[in-house]
C-alpha cells in the first residue's frame, strides 16, 4: 500500500526524512485561509528521471505558497500532501503525449492520465479533503508535450458532467493541474489559479489571458505564445506564466485579484465618467496601502480599472511601472477571437508585447476617453504612490 499521510504544516520538515512534505500555514500577517493541496508524483514506464519528491515539495509549498501568500495580501496559503511514493502509470508517456497547443490538445489523453493517476490513490486517499489536486510530472516539457495545464476547469472543460471520478465513485469536484517537473512557479500559479477561481454562473472566474487562437498557430512554441499575449501582455501571469525564466513571475492584475476574492472591495475607488476626482493610489503590492485600485463604471458589465505597478516585491519582474488602465468586460468569458474579459491600454505601442503599456509621470501621463467623457493624469506621488487626477475629457 503506498502511504500517504496527512501533513504537518512546518516548511522546516522539508528536507527531513519525515514520507510527508507540506507547507506552512501561516503567512503574512496572522493566519490565512490555507488551501489544502495534494500532490501527486507520476512516473511513466518509458521516462527515466533523477526528480526528487522534496523538489515537488519545494515548488508547490515554499516557492509557489510564498507568491500566492504575497498576492493574496495573507489572505491564503498553500498546504497539503505528497505520497511517500511515486505512482507509476501504466502505459508509456507517448499514450499520454499531448500538443502544445491548446487547440489541438487530444482531451482523451488528458483525461487518460489524470482517472489512471487518481485511481492509483483511490483505496489510500480520501479526494474530499483537497481543494486542488496536482500530477507532478517525472517527464520533461519536450516529453510530455505541455510543461503545465488545468485538466479541470480547464482542457476537459467546466461543467458538472467534465468533473473527474474515481473507480470507487469519488469526485475529484474542485480541480486537477498537471505539470511538467520544469514548470514555472508563474505557471504553477496560472493553473492552480483556474481552479481557486472556479466556476460561476456558467463561466470560469479566473480564464487564461492569451489568446487562444494565436497560440495556436505554427512556430516555435515560445514565440508563439509570446505573440498571444496581446491583451495584458508580461503584466499578470494569467497572461504571460513569466517574464524571464530564471526570474520569479510578474505579481498579478487587480482585475485578477478582484476575480480570485484577494482585492478588498473597501479599497477600490468609484468613480463615475464625467465625475471629477484626486485619488492618491497605492502601488498594487502594497497591501498595507489606501486605494490599490480605481474602478470606472461604464455599463452594467463594462467598466476601467486603474492599478499602479511599482517594481517592489514580485513586480520587480515586470516590463515598467506607473499606471495600468484595463478595460474589462464580464460578458467575455474567454480569450478568443480577439476578444478578452479584460485588456491593457496601451500607452505606447511603439513597444511590443505592452511593454510600454504603463502611464508614467512625465510621460504618457494622460488617459482621455472621448465617447465615455473620461480623462485622468497621473502625476507622481512620495513612496511610490501616484495621484490621480480625474476628471470630464475636455478638462
Known amino acids: 500500500m503506498r502511504r500517504v499521510v496527512s501533513g504537518a504544516c512546518l516548511f522546516v520538515f522539508l528536507f527531513s526524512s519525515s514520507p510527508v512534505l507540506a507547507g506552512p500555514a501561516k503567512t503574512g500577517k496572522g493566519r490565512a485561509d490555507c488551501i489544502q493541496a495534494l500532490i501527486i508524483p507520476v512516473e511513466f514506464p518509458d521516462v527515466r528521471h533523477n526528480v526528487q519528491r522534496q523538489y515537488a515539495a519545494k515548488r508547490f509549498f515554499r516557492d509557489l505558497n510564498d507568491y500566492i501568500g504575497e498576492m493574496s495580501y495573507g489572505r491564503q496559503c498553500i498546504s497539503g500532501d505528497i505520497p511517500e511514493q511515486w505512482v507509476r502509470m501504466p502505459r508509456s508517456i507517448t499514450e499520454y503525449r499531448i500538443s502544445s497547443r491548446n487547440l489541438e490538445v487530444d482531451k482523451s489523453r488528458v483525461r487518460g492520465l489524470i482517472e489512471d493517476a487518481v485511481n492509483a490513490m483511490d483505496r489510500e486517499v480520501d479526494f474530499s479533503r483537497y481543494r486542488v489536486v496536482v ?134 475607488r468609484v468613480v463615475r465618467p464625467g465625475e471629477k476626482a484626486e485619488v492618491l493610489l497605492a502601488p498594487l503590492e502594497d497591501g498595507g496601502g489606501g486605494t490599490l485600485a480605481v474602478k470606472v463604471p461604464l455599463t452594467d458589465t463594462t467598466y476601467y480599472l486603474f492599478e499602479n505597478r511599482q517594481p517592489i516585491g514580485y513586480d520587480r519582474n515586470l516590463p515598467g511601472k506607473g499606471m495600468l488602465v484595463m478595460v474589462a468586460d464580464d460578458d467575455v468569458a474567454e480569450c478568443r477571437k480577439g476578444k478578452s474579459p479584460v485588456k491593457l491600454i496601451d500607452a505606447d505601442p511603439s513597444r511590443k508585447h505592452l511593454e510600454g503599456a504603463a502611464f ?20 507622481i506621488a512620495e513612496g511610490g504612490f501616484l495621484r490621480l487626477i480625474i476628471g470630464p475629457y475636455d478638462e
Not at 472543460?157 to 473507480?167: E, H, L, N, P, Q
Not at 508614467?360 to 497621473?378: S, T, Y
Request: with cysteine; glycine share 12%; aromatic share 12%.
Open 360 to 379: 508614467e509621470p512625465g510621460r504618457n501621463d494622460v488617459f482621455r476617453d472621448r465617447k465615455n467623457n473620461l480623462a485622468v493624469r497621473v502625476a
Open 135 to 268: 500530477l507532478f510530472l517525472g517527464a520533461k516539457f519536450e516529453e510530455y508535450g505541455m510543461i503545465g495545464l488545468c485538466g479541470y476547469p480547464g482542457m476537459l472543460g467546466w461543467s458538472s458532467s467534465d468533473v473527474i471520478r474515481t473507480k470507487s465513485g469519488q469526485w475529484v469536484k474542485d480541480g486537477v493541474a498537471i505539470y511538467s517537473y520544469q514548470a514555472h512557479t508563474g505557471t504553477l500559479f496560472h493553473d492552480i489559479a483556474h481552479i481557486l477561481g472556479g466556476i460561476k454562473e456558467g463561466k470560469r472566474r479566473v480564464p487564461c489571458l492569451y489568446d487562444h487562437d494565436l497560440q495556436a498557430k505554427p512556430g516555435p512554441t515560445r514565440k508563439t505564445f509570446v505573440d498571444a499575449i496581446i491583451h495584458m501582455g508580461f503584466w499578470d501571469p494569467m497572461s504571460c506564466h513569466y517574464n524571464q525564466w530564471k526570474s520569479p513571475p510578474p505579481g498579478i492584475s487587480s482585475w485578477t485579484k478582484l476575480r480570485l476574492g484577494w482585492l478588498d472591495p473597501s479599497k477600490v
